[in-house]
């Protein structure tokens, strides 16, 4: 009975877990040549408009000189100009920053530094192991509405996660107790580990998505380190290295910062961060398709419809885009194609990308190649109505008070 008792209350415990959309990671093949890669689209230079000469003599071709790359003793002295003074152990979260950037190959430009910082300090407050207030009675709220639809009696479920855990503590006394993300995750690490000394499912899977002070995503971390070689030892997994503050700022800084985006208003890649990389870029796809096809479509980002991370079904994309075969003189099969490098920032590149727009640019209006994806976030932690605008404003906001501490 106490083994039905558990396997019960930890399945319940799996299922209050906040889901988060697939992870897609693109990341550069590692190489001795550090890459620049800014919050801010950097927009191209000009090219001088040359008048011609009566006499025109020739002269060698200047090159333009390149902008000197700082060093690290550089970058970590701007680290320390901008971030906050007051916050607790500065050094070593310039430590952890600098390492990030360095590791990953980011510039240490104050464009890059502050928006690190402006998301650490949303999602963290500049906390290693972010607490979650309430933390406890969220996880039995949680617990006991799915007790409720079983017909489980929540004092049943507490019964039985009586049983001593491996720190000593019941399970119930831990979470009780529970203050900080990385506590949960550990939690449901033992709980995991407890299922299979009992005999229950060996594929149960920690259901913690996301934690540490930028709250990574665990499952891009993951993919991460398959494709880049992440810096530190690992003592024991690589998502617990993101419960960590140096795994949690590495993670963080790769995904927000380590791929090209042309986008001309930091907010857009700080929803992206939020959102899923190029979501701000697609969404404004979409308005542009709901214009052209008159069909009402949600701008947040997703092309496609996704089930376990593989597309699946016909998206509300798609049966536009479908409409209008004719006046694209695309077939479903070439659509398809494009559309499924959403993810990717080649998508910009294809066919079906430049018919769109080149169409809707026709009327002599251009519209915007970024536009701020429409969703609603949604966890347990959130208790008022929030938005990946209210976010990616949100962060901005840090940010353009990171670059003030350059005067």
């Known amino acids: 009975m106490r083994r039905i008792f558990l396997l019960l209350a930890i399945s319940l415990l799996s299922a209050c877990a906040t889901q988060s959309p697939p992870v897609s990671v693109v990341v550069p093949t590692p190489s001795a040549t550090p890459q620049l890669a800014t919050p801010r689209a950097l927009l191209a230079t000009p090219t001088p408009v040359v008048s011609a000469s009566p006499t025109p003599s020739p002269s060698p071709t200047q090159k333009p000189t390149p902008k000197p790359v700082m060093t690290e003793a550089q970058g970590r002295a701007l680290m320390a100009q901008l971030l906050p003074p007051k916050i607790n152990d500065r050094n070593g979260w310039i430590d952890d920053m600098l390492d990030a950037f360095t590791a990953l190959k980011i510039a240490y430009t104050p ?26 009675k969220i996880v039995w709220n949680a617990i006991g509405e799915r007790a409720d639809k079983y017909h489980i009696p929540l004092i049943a479920v507490q019964t039985a996660l009586l049983k001593p855990s491996p720190t000593g503590q019941s399970y119930k006394a831990r979470i009780d107790n529970l203050r900080t993300e990385r506590e949960m995750n550990d939690l449901f690490e033992d709980l995991a580990n407890e299922a299979k000394s009992l005999n229950l499912p060996l594929n149960m899977k920690n ?3 996301t934690g540490g002070p930028m709250q990574v995503s665990v499952e891009f971390a993951q993919q991460h380190s398959k494709v880049w070689p992440y810096p530190y030892p690992i003592k024991e997994s690589i998502r617990h290295e993101v419960f960590t503050r140096r795994g949690g700022v590495y993670f963080g800084t790769a995904i927000l910062l380590q791929y090209p985006a042309t986008y001309t208003d930091v907010a857009y890649r700080f929803a992206d961060f939020n959102a899923g990389r190029y979501a701000s870029r697609n969404a404004a796809f979409q308005k542009v398709l709901s214009h052209l096809s008159g069909k009402e479509l949600v701008e947040d980002g997703d092309l496609l419809s996704y089930s376990n991370g593989v597309p699946s079904g016909t998206s509300d994309v798609q049966t536009a885009l479908y409409s209008m075969n004719a006046a694209l003189g695309m077939s479903r099969d070439e659509m398809l194609r494009d559309l499924k490098q959403e993810k990717l920032v080649g998508f910009s590149q294809t066919e079906l990308y430049q018919k769109v727009y080149a169409l809707a640019d026709k009327g002599g209006k251009t519209w915007p190649r970024a536009s701020m994806p429409q969703i609603d976030l949604k966890s347990p932690k959130i208790t008022r109505k929030l938005t990946t605008e209210w976010f990616a404003n949100r962060v901005k906001g840090r940010f353009e008070t990171c670059i003030k501490r350059l005067n």
């Open 207 to 209: 259901p913690i998505r």
């Open 111 to 136: 464009e890059n530094i502050c928006a690190v910082a402006a998301v650490i300090e949303q999602e963290s407050t500049w906390q290693g192991d972010p607490v979650v207030p309430g933390l406890p």
